[in-house]
């Protein structure tokens, strides 16, 4: 899942559908596509991405082991830092608030697929519940 790094420019969408995915997202149990909607904004020294991930979910409920089906969104704030002396891209999941990746001055796109799967991990039940209607 990677984002073009280009000033003001125009959201860009992905969306993967079941089968298609990464194996970093066969974990996700997701039933469906995983629908991301980014932004990419121009920040000093790099660039910040926006947006949102949203799909749906398949638990076990944890009182009665019935499969259901929950939708979600994960809100997605990166920032990506270019700087000068790396060679690859690096994440950084460190205490902050948010998630930084860093990319060589010379890049011009980001690998958000392990921060996108982190965050819909992060959304996810600690118990899951089926809701009953």
């Known amino acids: 899942m990677r984002i073009r790094l280009v000033n003001n420019v125009p959201e860009q969408a ?4 079941e089968g298609d995915e990464p194996v ?9 596509p995983l ?4 932004t ?19 638990f076990a409920c ?9 939708p979600f969104e994960a809100e997605v704030d990166v920032l990506v830092l270019q700087e000068q002396g790396l060679t690859q ?4 999941d460190g205490s902050d ?3 930084k990746i860093r990319v060589p001055a010379n890049q011009n796109e980001a690998d958000l697929t392990e921060t996108v799967r982190q965050l819909v991990i992060l959304q996810e039940p600690m118990i899951p519940v089926k809701e009953e209607i």
């Open 35 to 38: 629908n991301c909607n980014f």
């Open 89 to 92: 891209q690096q994440e950084d």
């Open 40 to 58: 990419v904004y121009k920040e000093k020294g790099g660039f910040t991405v926006k947006g949102i991930a949203s799909g749906l979910q398949e």
């Open 97 to 99: 608030d948010f998630f």
């Open 62 to 70: 944890a009182k009665t082991l019935e499969l259901f089906e929950r």
């Open 14 to 17: 992905f969306s993967l559908l």
């Open 24 to 32: 970093l997202f066969r974990e996700l149990r997701l039933k469906g």
